[in-house]
Nanobody, 121 residues
């Protein structure tokens, strides 16, 4: 069994910062790309940022220059540092990871339970 557990969400004023964490645990052979998505009611889940095992990153245009994704491979953890937050960033943020459980398995995607980020104006 594999679990992704997010933490760090909350309420912050416009212009403030938050740092999200997502730790993977369980039967894990290797973790490839780790990503953060977000979703608001009535909208599709959208990619915010992703990072490969080697550290290559990709960001949505709306967060470039404000958000930074990073990971600690020894801890199976991915982070999202969010600065200069705007009310438009209010959403439930989900962690996603492409995980291979054993050397004999193919990799598959796993999701965290989501953490609420609310930015007040």
């Amino acid at each position: 069994q594999v679990q992704l557990v997010e933490s760090g969400g909350g309420l912050v004023q416009s212009g403030g910062s938050l740092r999200l964490s997502c730790a993977a645990s369980g039967s894990i052979f290797s973790i490839y790309t780790m990503s953060w998505y977000r979703q608001t009611p009535g909208k599709e889940r959208e990619l915010v940022a992703s990072i490969t095992f080697a550290g290559s990153t990709n960001y949505a245009d709306s967060v470039k220059g404000r958000f930074t994704i990073s990971r600690d491979n020894a801890k199976n953890t991915v982070y999202l540092q969010m600065n200069s937050l705007d009310p438009e960033d209010t959403a439930v943020y989900y962690c996603n990871a492409e995980i291979r459980r054993t050397v004999r398995d193919y990799s598959r995607n796993y999701w965290g339970q989501g953490t609420q980020v609310t930015v007040s104006s």
